[in-house]
């Protein structure tokens, strides 16, 4: 099989799934990082033969394609704030928007101070060890109430060599032991009547406890993260969280309520109200 023949067959299959310009990207992203072969690649030699004995991985990654599976399971990774983070069944794949959380709250820490941080709900740990890589002298530790996520964010800890200590915890039934300088969560806050608009490799693949939250509570996970930062975080201390677009100024108010100061909306590369973060007076 030739460059241009097996950049063609995986296209034809994704662009049955996709509009486009995301069925160029995926194919891009398999035939990099899968087949060692960049679309440049295909332009520069479009008859060079491709490596043989790729036939039954080229066999898979179709099927997986026709069956809507994302292609960061398919590829088993996902880059994330400079670091390959290994993702499955079982974790939520990490966005790009999640890293603007990332930086945002890593831009306000001192890199040079000794700091403690905990991430809640923290899936494949991407948040976590994105964290622990860019603050050095930093204490982070990730809570998840799903075993097989913590097993996925320690393998990640120790594929990127990080130490992150990883812990199985339900926030809404547990607290964790304090005090902490920063609190960050990407928790649930999809509510289940915007299930309908979502693709169907999300809903299909990835895991809906980490996705949804009920119609008559959608910001749940953000008043039980508020109520035990009153307890946990150190005075003066900062939550950042993503938010759900549609309840920007609810969750500031819910945080004003609390006792929070200094609460703060930001837009994401997208133009759209999906972070906040907000100061425990103490």
């Known amino acids: 099989m030739t460059r241009r023949q097996l950049w063609d067959t995986i ?11 995301e069925a160029r990207a995926i194919t891009s992203l398999v035939c990099e990082r899968l087949f060692a072969m960049r679309f440049t690649d295909v332009v520069i030699e479009p008859e060079a033969p491709c490596a043989s004995g790729r036939e039954a991985l080229l066999e898979r990654v179709l099927r997986e394609l026709e069956q809507d599976r994302p292609v960061q399971y398919i590829i088993g990774y996902t880059l994330f704030g400079g670091l390959r983070i290994g993702v499955r069944e079982g974790v939520l794949i990490p966005r790009p928007e999640t890293e ?21 709900g923290t899936g494949s740990g991407a948040i976590a060890l994105a964290v622990a890589a860019r603050l050095p002298h930093a204490e982070v530790t990730g809570l998840d109430v799903s075993p097989e996520a913590l097993v996925i964010a320690r393998e990640n800890a120790q ?28 928790p649930p806050y999809v509510t289940r009547s915007e299930a309908s608009q979502m693709a169907d ?12 939250v009920e119609n008559d509570d959608p910001l749940l996970f953000y008043r039980r993260i508020a109520e035990l930062g009153r307890e ?40 759209k109200p999906r972070m906040v973060r907000a100061r425990h007076r103490g």
């Open 11 to 21: 296209f034809g299959v994704a662009h049955r799934r996709y509009e486009p310009r």
């Open 232 to 271: 946990i975080l150190s005075p003066g201390g900062w939550f950042y969280g993503e938010i759900n677009e549609r309840f920007g100024a609810e969750t500031l108010r819910l945080l004003t309520d609390l006792g929070y100061d200094r609460a703060e909306l930001r837009n994401d590369m997208f133009g």
């Open 100 to 120: 603007e959380l990332v930086e945002w709250l890593c831009s306000q820490t001192p890199h040079d101070q000794p700091c403690r941080v905990l991430d809640i």
């Open 201 to 212: 490799n999300v809903l299909h693949y990835e895991p809906h406890r980490a996705l949804f």
């Open 159 to 186: 594929a990127n060599r990080l130490d992150v200590q990883f812990v199985e915890m339900d926030i809404l039934r547990d607290r964790p032991s304090g005090p902490f300088d920063t609190i960050v969560s990407n």
